[in-house]
């Protein structure tokens, strides 16, 4: 069985540290800052701190309020991070490996919130800008995640100036 290269060395990095940062944010907001007990705080200018439990897959979609869904979604997230692994294995360019490390770190953050609450944590309220959802530090990371494997695949499609088909 062949080792990651670099590129998937780096995916597994930054996956344990966004891993390490979710959790360690969303410790501190449920049980230092005690945020469920407050509901919502100004933080500064248009950021908020506002509590939710969001029972959905991403922003709050696809409510899982029973246990099966909520385990079918950790499930799910799981199997998603081992495919993403095996795929950072391969990564032969340095902002795919990146990608696949940011969504595979948020989806194993938001699993095991599923798995500890039965629910995600999210805090970040920047409503007062228009975007509408409260989500955490997983959240952010898998659509940063999302939106460079598009960009990767678009750097990768394009063929230089010049070029012949």
Do not use: C
Not at 93 to 104: D, H, I, K, N, S
Request: hydrophobic letters at 55%.
């Amino acid at each position: 069985m062949k080792l990651a290269n670099r590129h998937g060395w780096t995916a597994y990095g930054l996956a344990l540290a966004i891993i390490i940062l979710d959790q360690l944010s969303k410790h501190w907001i449920l049980f230092v800052y005690d945020l469920p007990s407050r509901v919502s705080e100004q933080a500064g200018g248009p950021f908020y701190l506002t509590m939710v439990w969001n029972q959905g897959v991403s922003f709050g979609l696809l409510r899982a309020d029973q246990d099966l869904g909520r385990w079918l979604l950790v499930g799910f997230s799981v199997v998603v991070a081992i495919v993403l692994a095996f795929w950072a294995r391969r990564a032969d360019r340095g902002l795919m490996g990146a990608a696949l490390g940011l969504v595979m770190g948020g989806a194993i953050g938001n699993a095991i919130d599923r798995a500890r609450f039965g629910a995600v944590v999210d805090f970040i309220d920047v409503s007062r800008l228009y975007f509408p959802w409260v989500f955490n530090i997983a959240d952010a990371a898998i659509t940063i995640g999302v939106a460079l494997l598009l960009l990767d695949s678009l750097r990768r499609d394009a063929k230089p100036l010049g070029a012949k088909p």
